[in-house]
Structures are given as structure tokens and as C-alpha cells.
């Protein structure tokens, strides 16, 4: 089964072609404009992917060797996500699709961060817990079987990645903060500044705005003197309370639904330090830790591509009439 999959949630204009579960080819183009704003202008990165969405798509055909007429079915992501972005893509793929004769496969975003650990490591071979922290989600799933996943904890407010973005434009950090961040923390001392560790009173919920508020008290505080040294330190203090809640928070959250193995996927999944202390943690926890590359845990197709590989395994494929979305609840399991 040869999977084409699209990918315009935000600010990346991604195609993968995925068969049988391997991946063939992998092609992104983000979109650097948005750094002089210091966040994603959703009218910008549409009209953007619209230029991109064609040659990208053409690039991961010949990448993988294949064409159209190979292609057993296209994935693209229906949401969440920014919705006009979104719509580009959805609607290139509908119109790719009726033209073609293809069936179209509608991924969800943050289940196809999932996914990026069985495109990662295969059949997991039981249930595990997963971590999808990312600019615009910070979620635990239990995931039983493929794609069918339980909540079991959430964000109240702003996202694990949104905080950092935003803490990053405190410091003068350019965007996408993320990297920055973790960038700058390696010269800091994490334990340089006292920031709170957020907690709240659903035990596997997460909350960032008060450690954001944080952040800018202390930088007002300094009135425009930030040193180099103690912007590291900066960097370093927050990113660390950042992680201290989402590693306890995962690692309890593992026990209570009892698994014994966890991942972390989305953009904030790539950084140094919550990949070390997840490895660490679990290690001492006795838990299988799954940590997908960093190229699976940004935006990109394969991720769609395996979300949607997923899907038609599973018999799903959606009809040409299915509309983006820009947010989704999603079912909670109870946890005594």
C-alpha cells in the first residue's frame, strides 16, 4: 500500500509517500517570513502553502521514485490546526482525488504526532502512554490499538511549545523559539532562577501561562539588562520548570493507567533536555521509552502519510464532503 501524505497545519508545506509502512521519501518547507512577526501570520503561511503545495508534492513523488498513478491513496491532515492553512490542503487534496479517482484519507494532527512512533519503531506490541507536545497542544494519550487513543491529560491554557515561543520573544530569541531556547540553555544553569513548577488540580493536566507570567515579571524586573550569561540562565531556569512538570506529569501518568512504555512526539519533543530527562526518568521508573527523531516529531507528511496508512488498514478512508477543522475535543478515560 503505496500513501501519499499531505501536511498545511501551520507554517510547513510537507509531503511524504509512505508504503507499507516504510518511508520513501520526506520533504518540508517551512516557512522562514514569519520571523520578523515572532509568530505564524495565518494569512501569510495560506497564501504561502498555496505556492508551495504543488511543487512540494512533486518533489516527494520523484524523491520516492513514484507517480500518481502508483499512488494507492492520499493522506492530509483535516485538522487541528489553522484553518485556512488547512484549507489549502484539503482542498488540493480533494481536487487531487476526484480528478484521480484516489481515495482520500482525513488525519488528524495530533494523532498523527502519535503516529510518528510506530512510524519510528514499528507495532509497539501493547498499550503505551504518549506525550504530543507541540506550539499548539500539550496532550497525554493512552494509545490501546493504531490510532485509537484515550485522553488522560491536557493543557489548560497555552501550550508546552506556545510558552516557549513566547518566553523566547521576552529574550529577543528569534522565531521559532524553541530551538532557541534550547540553544541558549546549554550555556545557563537550570537551577539559576526559582521559576514555579505549574500545578494544577486535575493531576495529568498542565498548565504554562503562570510560568509565562513568571518569566515576564523577571525579565521586566531587569529593566532591560540582560547580559548574555544571564539570558542562559534565563533560557535555562525556564525551560527546566518546563520540563519537570511534563516529565513528572508523564511518568505518574504512565503508572496510573499502568503502561509500560511511553513516547514524546510533537515539536517541543525534540528538545535536548526533556529528551534526556524522559530517557532518565523512565529508565528509573523501569518504563520502555520511545523517543521518535526529531524530523518525525516537527510538522511533515510522514506523519500523515503514516496516520493515513494506519487508517486504511483499518478499513477508514473519508468522504470528499469532510471539512477542516481548527480545534477537536477529545474523549478522557477515567482515571480513578
Not at 257 to 282: F, K
Request: hydrophobic share 45%; proline share 5%; glycine share 12%.
Amino acid at each position: 500500500m503505496r500513501i501519499l501524505g499531505i501536511e498545511t497545519s501551520c507554517d510547513e508545506t510537507a509531503a511524504s509517500v509512505l508504503e507499507d509502512g516504510r518511508l520513501l521519501s520526506n520533504v518540508v518547507q517551512s516557512q522562514a517570513i514569519h520571523g520578523g512577526f515572532g509568530g505564524v501570520v495565518p494569512e501569510i503561511a495560506s497564501r504561502a502553502h498555496i505556492k508551495a503545495i504543488v511543487p512540494i508534492m512533486r518533489e516527494a513523488l520523484r524523491d520516492a521514485g513514484a507517480d500518481l498513478e502508483s499512488i494507492d491513496a492520499v493522506a492530509v491532515t483535516l485538522g487541528p490546526g489553522l484553518i485556512g492553512a488547512l484549507i489549502v490542503g484539503v482542498s488540493f487534496v480533494k481536487s487531487l482525488c476526484f480528478a484521480t479517482g484516489k481515495p482520500v484519507v482525513g488525519v488528524d494532527h495530533v494523532e498523527a504526532h502519535v503516529s510518528a512512533t510506530h512510524l519510528s519503531f514499528g507495532e509497539i506490541g501493547e498499550p503505551f502512554l504518549s506525550l504530543v507536545a507541540s506550539g499548539g497542544h500539550t496532550h497525554l494519550f493512552l494509545v490501546e490499538d493504531g490510532l485509537k487513543m484515550s485522553l488522560v491529560g491536557a493543557t489548560r491554557d497555552d501550550a508546552a511549545g506556545e510558552a516557549f515561543d513566547k518566553v523566547a520573544r521576552m529574550l529577543g530569541l528569534p522565531y521559532p523559539g524553541g530551538p532557541e531556547i534550547d540553544r541558549a540553555a546549554e550555556a545557563g544553569r537550570p537551577d539559576a532562577i526559582d521559576f514555579p513548577r505549574p500545578v494544577i488540580d486535575k493531576a495529568y493536566d498542565f498548565s504554562f501561562s503562570g510560568l509565562k507570567t513568571a518569566v515576564r515579571y523577571y525579565v521586566d524586573g531587569l529593566e532591560g539588562r540582560v547580559s548574555p550569561g544571564m539570558l542562559s540562565d534565563i533560557a535555562a531556569s525556564f525551560q527546566e520548570a518546563v520540563v519537570d512538570v511534563l516529565v513528572h506529569k508523564t511518568i505518574s501518568a504512565a503508572a496510573a493507567v499502568s503502561a509500560g512504555t511511553i513516547s514524546a512526539v510533537g515539536g517541543v519533543a525534540s528538545n535536548s533536555r526533556l529528551r534526556a530527562r524522559l530517557e532518565e526518568a523512565g529508565r528509573e521508573a523501569g518504563l520502555r521509552v520511545l523517543l521518535p527523531p526529531p524530523e518525525f516529531c516537527t510538522d511533515n507528511g510522514a506523519i500523515i502519510a503514516e496516520a493515513g496508512y494506519l487508517m486504511m488498514k483499518a478499513g477508514g478512508r473519508t468522504d470528499l464532503s469532510a471539512s477542516p477543522y481548527s480545534t477537536r475535543l477529545y474523549e478522557r478515560v477515567n482515571i480513578a
